[in-house]
């Protein structure tokens, strides 16, 4: 009997549509950040994507966990770090 070939890649199927959407208030809890500051996020040039349902704003939670982590920053080279040691000159 053959068998059909079968794909060896998974893709993530969530069972419900929606599964992996957040709306912006429970969005803004789970990042611990006020709702006007995702609003804004949302609203920069290159800011967190989202897609609109009716009047429902709706975060794909894998989408915008790729955004923040494209938005991480390295500390800057040129900056001296003070050692814990340090003292400042008394005047």
């Keep these: 009997m053959h068998r059909p070939a079968v794909s060896k890649r998974t893709v993530h199927m969530p069972e419900k549509l ?10 803004a809890a789970e990042v611990k950040r006020h709702p006007r500051t995702v609003r804004r996020w949302l ?10 349902i009716g009047n429902r704003i ?32 008394s005047s």
Excluded: C, V
């Design 58 to 89: 709706l975060i794909h939670i894998p989408t915008a966990r790729e955004w923040m982590l494209g938005r991480m920053r390295n500390r800057n080279p040129r900056t001296k770090r003070r050692s814990a040691g340090h003292q400042w000159p």
């Design 43 to 52: 609203d920069q040039p290159r800011g967190l994507p989202y897609t609109r």
């Design 18 to 27: 929606l599964d992996d959407f957040l709306d912006l208030d429970p969005f």
